[in-house]
């Protein structure tokens, strides 16, 4: 089993519908994630963190965890066809030095007008 | 504040080359990191540092070496560039105060083809 895992995509929405996007993590004792957005071409920029389970919303994003079932999910709401665009999971590797993150293989989205 | 920046933005070298991909960057960060993404992939640590003078291996580190001899610049460095090194090399850098939130910023990349 990989350490997070994400559905490669492509993820195709409507303008104006909400994306779900879903991450799995296999080390139990995570406590934070991470969501970078990455337009193609450009570097991954962050977007979302979250360490408690439940949702937390910033603008048209939603980041929502669950730690009994090891998955995060980001949700955008009203997608825009700026939101086209791949988007990275990561997790800190816990017990290690110097804030190392595992990256998942992103998930592809796509926002048709 | 410019960040992280890194030079150069695109390179192409022949097998059996070498050369200095440099990463610097102005947030006084202890942490900085070197990623490569091929396409369609997500990021793979080759090498990170905690700080000037002391650096580590990642996940994919062979063919690479990096240095750090201050907090600003991490340059990774090729030896005997091969084909399967074409790729988006990425630096980054974080904050070390500890915070769960502490994230990693990164440079714009550099995309090296090896030919």
């Known amino acids: 089993q990989k350490e997070v895992e994400q559905n490669s995509g492509p993820l195709s929405v409507p303008e104006g519908a909400i994306a779900s996007l879903n991450c799995t993590y296999s080390?139990?004792?995570?406590?934070?994630f991470f969501w970078y957005r990455q337009y193609s071409g450009k570097s991954p920029e962050l977007i979302m963190f979250?360490?408690?389970?439940g949702d937390k919303e910033d603008g048209r994003f939603t980041a929502q965890l669950n730690k009994a079932s090891q998955y995060v999910s980001l949700l955008i709401r009203d997608s825009q066809p700026s939101d086209s665009a791949t988007y990275l999971c990561?997790?800190?590797?816990?017990?290690?030095?110097?804030?190392?993150?595992?990256f998942g293989g992103g998930t592809r989205v796509l926002v048709k007008p | 504040n410019a960040g992280v920046t890194q030079t150069p933005k695109f390179r192409i070298l022949k097998i059996g080359q070498s050369m200095t991909l440099q990463c610097t960057q102005d947030?006084?960060?202890?942490?900085m990191y070197w990623y490569r993404q091929d396409p369609g992939m997500g990021l793979k640590l080759i090498y990170y540092?905690?700080?000037?003078?002391?650096?580590d291996k990642g996940e994919v580190p062979n063919g690479y070496n990096v240095s750090r001899s201050t907090t600003e610049d991490f340059p990774l460095r090729l030896e005997l560039a091969a084909p399967s090194q074409t790729s988006v090399y990425f630096c980054?850098?974080?904050?070390?105060?500890?915070?769960?939130?502490?994230?990693?910023?990164f440079g714009p990349g550099t995309r090296l083809l090896v030919l």
């Open positions: 980054a850098s974080s904050s070390s105060s500890g915070g769960a939130w502490e994230t990693q910023y």
């Open positions: 080390d139990r004792g995570s406590q934070s």
């Open positions: 979250i360490y408690s389970n």
């Open positions: 990561a997790v800190p590797k816990i017990k290690a030095a110097g804030n190392k993150l595992t």
């Open positions: 947030m006084n960060h202890n942490y």
């Open positions: 540092s905690v700080g000037a003078g002391i650096t």
